[in-house]
């Protein structure tokens, strides 16, 4: 059974940082890019960071310079260092596993972030 737990979501204030964790089971995770998306409130789910198979990262422009995404094929994690939080940044945090060659997608089931002003 594949499942992806994300953790470390929570209350910050304006300025602060959290760091989000995926741990990804059921996968072969080396062989699947990793993705984060976040959904506000009454707003579509958005990618915000991805890092492929070979460790290549693209973000968001809307956080492009204050957060960091990285994996760790050893310990099947992929985890987003969150700097400099806005209140913009509140919203369902959720990690997501993509196969590329058959179209393989999982989810996890989100962490709520919230950043105060």
């Known amino acids: 059974q594949v499942q992806l737990v994300e953790s470390g979501g929570g209350l910050v204030q304006a300025g602060g940082s959290l760091r989000l964790s995926c741990a990804a089971s059921g996968i072969i995770f080396s062989s699947y890019d990793m993705g984060w998306y976040r959904q506000a409130p009454g707003k579509q789910r958005e990618s915000i960071a991805s890092i492929t198979r070979g460790g290549t990262v693209n973000y968001a422009d809307s956080v492009k310079g204050r957060f960091t995404l990285s994996r760790d094929n050893a310990k099947s994690t992929a985890d987003l260092q969150m700097n400099s939080l806005k209140p913009e940044d509140t919203a369902v945090y959720y990690c997501?596993?993509?196969?590329?060659?058959?179209?393989?997608?999982?989810w996890g089931q989100g962490t709520q972030v919230t950043v105060s002003s």
């Open positions: 997501n596993a993509r196969r590329w060659r058959d179209n393989y997608v999982y």
